[in-house]
């Protein structure tokens, strides 16, 4: 019989423990993307991940790497602190909307006003998810949540933030990119720009930040099909995606567009 | 700072002359403290600066945080690195700080943080008081977890003792808190240095540093079960009561046969001391305790002296009554408790203290 070719595995960067989230959430995929990365940067080794309050509070059971739990918001001052302690290591902290654009704001902001050597996965679905779905700062205007069930009103509660374009505007020594889950194509970009985050760190060129955008079929009420067309439709529309700021002057043939189709970037997931 | 010359078989060192805040700094780095993350606020800036000039110098870092909350978070993550850290602040920026001091506890990570109080409630004034005690021995932050607290009384026991701070944090993996005021801070006194060994890097085992070829390590700030919680919880417990039980530090002085004790802390103790002597010179049989560690209360030591005789403490301290409530827990009933003081940036002077001693004794 003809010994077939491994061509698909769990990320050596990622334990046995089983992912503890809902259905169709984004998670999940963003997880393995970040392991998948590790591993191909052979940083498992020397990667210390920060974990944050909300859904993914418990995902230091899920990277194979050392781990810290941060506080709600704190991920990018602990970063900071570790990072000044331990400068060989790779830092990533892994950051809700809740955690980075509500409560965190300050220690995100001067992180990467300071071009923090520091990477941060910033995932973004637009809700409060673990508490059970109140209104975020990035909750799309009109969007229902628990705590504004008529859905966001700005003369209330404000605009939703775009944290890459305000973050890109006070770090100048930096990678900052938004991407998306909602379909393979994405994700492919999405692995790109969580690389290139990494990769701004590891090269010391700055501070390097991928912001996904994700989905809660949970607290948005909708099945994970509808989420990731909804993605596409409205949430895409005012989250623009693409590259905000830019470090990698190392391989600057290395742009997310031209990673479309590359078979040895496909992603593990959907 | 050299050994300065051999007398007989003694060592005598050499003295400078330091602000209280700058005594904290330097005993920090004599400690080994590598790493200072603070913002700034008056009446603690001269310890910041110090840090700011000083921990370049012996390879540290110094970074300005955004915040106190900030601050102390980069403590967690650079103790969480391995290093010796060091955060200070006084009153508004503490307070923000409780967060982190629960977190840092909860984790066991060890840190030392400053506290150089001024005058509170709000914002309050940058006066001296004594008025964060009970926030510095009590919490601050949330859930059933507690700092080891010092509380120095000279430029040289605030080098002594943000020291001896360092070896504690690292001794229980466990915050510490030096609770200092404005007076001590701005105060200048003589300072021996070369008394205490140079620490230079340690390795602490349950740092992380990247797995290498290693098993991970994972420092938690929450555990993952029910079951892991109650375990948690018990074994803080049981670091709690050993602190309880190891960590008591005072002084006493002429309590032997004193009928009343002035119990006091800090600054005001070196002013109450001046008090006691008066009185003694008056021949009024009083004496002097003054607790060093404010948590855990050295109640074994005065409950020894109450229950030796001495039927009535004096407690002395610039705020509104917040040692006194450890005081009457520590004496548990066994002598007559008098309280004198006021929060808000009054500084006693000796007289008004003897005055309290001579009306007291006559009761």
């Given at each position: 019989m003809q010994r077939m070719k491994r061509v698909y595995a769990k990320p050596k960067a990622m334990t046995e423990v089983p992912f503890p989230y809902c259905p169709g959430c984004s998670h999940g995929t963003i997880h393995r993307l970040v392991a998948e990365v590790i591993d191909e940067l052979e940083i498992a080794d020397r990667a210390i991940g920060i974990t944050s309050a909300g859904c993914s509070v418990r995902n230091w059971r899920q990277f194979d790497c050392?781990?810290?739990?941060?506080?709600?918001?704190?991920?990018?001052?602990?970063?900071?602190?570790?990072?000044?302690?331990?400068?060989?290591?790779?830092?990533?902290?892994?950051?809700?909307?809740?955690?980075?654009?509500?409560?965190?704001?300050?220690?995100?902001?001067?992180?990467?006003?300071r071009c923090e050597r520091i990477t941060v996965i910033y995932v973004n679905n637009g809700v409060?998810?673990?508490?059970?779905?109140?209104?975020?700062?990035?909750?799309?205007?009109?969007?229902?949540?628990?705590?504004?069930?008529?859905?966001?009103?700005?003369?209330?509660?404000?605009?939703?933030l775009k944290m890459a374009e305000m973050l890109s505007t006070v770090s100048p020594e930096s990678y900052i990119a938004r991407a998306s889950?909602?379909?393979?194509?994405?994700?492919?970009?999405?692995?790109?720009?969580?690389?290139?985050?990494?990769?701004?760190?590891?090269?010391?060129?700055?501070?390097?930040?991928?912001?996904?955008?994700?989905?809660?079929?949970?607290?948005?009420?909708?099945?994970?099909?509808?989420?990731?067309?909804?993605?596409?439709?409205?949430?895409?529309?005012?989250?623009?995606?693409?590259e905000f700021s830019s470090q990698m002057k190392l391989n600057p043939e290395e742009s997310l567009e031209q990673s479309e189709g590359e078979n040895r970037d496909r992603p593990g997931t959907l | 700072m050299k050994v300065a010359r051999q007398k007989k078989d003694r060592v005598i060192f050499e003295k400078k002359l330091m602000r209280g805040n700058e005594a904290i700094g330097a005993g920090a780095i004599r400690a080994g403290c590598r790493f200072f993350f603070g913002?700034?606020?008056?009446?603690?800036?001269?310890?910041?600066?110090?840090?700011?000039?000083?921990?370049?110098?012996?390879?540290?870092?110094?970074?300005?945080?955004?915040?106190?909350?900030?601050?102390?978070?980069?403590?967690?993550?650079?103790?969480?690195?391995?290093?010796?850290?060091?955060?200070?602040?006084?009153g508004p920026g503490f307070t923000l700080m409780g967060e982190g001091l629960t977190a840092l506890a909860t984790a066991q990570l060890?840190?030392?943080?400053?506290?150089?109080?001024?005058?509170?409630?709000?914002?309050?004034?940058?006066?001296?008081?004594?008025?964060?005690?009970?926030?510095?021995?009590?919490?601050?932050?949330?859930?059933?977890?507690?700092?080891?607290?010092?509380?120095?009384?000279?430029?040289?026991?605030?080098?002594?003792?943000?020291?001896?701070?360092f070896d504690l944090a690292d001794q229980y993996r466990n915050p510490v808190i030096v609770l200092s005021d404005a007076l001590l801070g701005q105060m200048m006194e003589p300072v021996a240095t070369g008394h205490l060994p140079r620490i230079k890097a340690l390795q602490k085992e349950w740092a992380v540093r990247g797995k290498g070829t290693n098993p991970r390590k994972v420092i938690k700030v929450a555990p993952h079960t029910d079951e892991e919680l109650i375990d948690w919880n018990r074994q803080l417990k049981k670091k709690y009561q050993m602190m309880k039980e190891n960590e008591q530090r005072h002084?006493?002085?002429?309590?032997?046969?004193?009928?009343?004790?002035?119990?006091?802390?800090?600054?005001?103790?070196?002013?109450?001391?001046?008090?006691?002597?008066?009185?003694?010179?008056?021949?009024?049989?009083?004496?002097?305790?003054?607790?060093?560690?404010?948590?855990?209360?050295?109640?074994?030591?005065?409950?020894?002296?109450?229950?030796?005789?001495?039927?009535?403490?004096?407690?002395?301290?610039?705020?509104?009554?917040?040692?006194?409530?450890?005081?009457?827990?520590?004496?548990?009933?066994?002598?007559?408790?008098?309280?004198?003081?006021f929060g808000g940036g009054y500084i006693f002077s000796p007289d008004e203290i003897y005055r309290e001693i001579v009306g007291y004794s006559k009761k």
């Open positions: 050392d781990m810290v739990m941060a506080l709600h918001g704190r991920g990018p001052a602990v970063a900071t602190g570790l990072k000044r302690a331990q400068p060989d290591a790779v830092i990533f902290t892994y950051q809700g909307d809740g955690d980075m654009a509500a409560i965190g704001t300050a220690e995100i902001v001067h992180a990467a006003s409060f998810g673990a508490t059970g779905g109140q209104q975020a700062p990035t909750t799309l205007i009109g969007q229902p949540t628990t705590s504004y069930p008529a859905g966001r009103d700005p003369r209330t509660s404000g605009y939703p889950v909602h379909n393979v194509k994405n994700i492919i970009k999405a692995k790109k720009a969580i690389r290139k985050a990494f990769l701004v760190q590891i090269k010391d060129s700055g501070f390097g930040l991928a912001e996904i955008l994700a989905a809660c079929p949970t607290n948005w009420r909708m099945d994970p099909v509808g989420c990731m067309d909804k993605i596409k439709s409205d949430v895409i529309a005012y989250y623009p995606l693409g | 913002y700034p606020i008056t009446p603690q800036n001269e310890l910041f600066e110090y840090m700011a000039q000083m921990l370049p110098q012996a390879g540290g870092t110094f970074l300005q945080s955004e915040s106190e909350l900030s601050g102390i978070n980069m403590i967690y993550g650079a103790s969480a690195g391995g290093g010796r850290c060091m955060t200070s602040s006084s060890p840190a030392v943080v400053v506290c150089v109080t001024r005058a509170g409630p709000g914002l309050g004034r940058i006066a001296s008081a004594q008025s964060d005690y009970r926030l510095a021995t009590r919490g601050g932050g949330h859930g059933d977890y507690q700092c080891l607290v010092l509380g120095p009384a000279s430029s040289q026991e605030l080098y002594d003792l943000t020291y001896k701070a002084e006493a002085l002429l309590t032997k046969d004193a009928e009343l004790i002035v119990v006091a802390f800090g600054s005001t103790a070196r002013i109450a001391l001046d008090a006691v002597l008066h009185a003694r010179e008056e021949g009024i049989a009083v004496g002097m305790f003054r607790p060093i560690s404010l948590y855990p209360y050295p109640d074994k030591a005065l409950n020894k002296i109450t229950r030796q005789g001495t039927r009535k403490l004096l407690v002395v301290e610039a705020n509104n009554g917040q040692m006194v409530e450890d005081v009457r827990l520590a004496v548990d009933g066994s002598a007559e408790i008098a309280h004198y003081g």
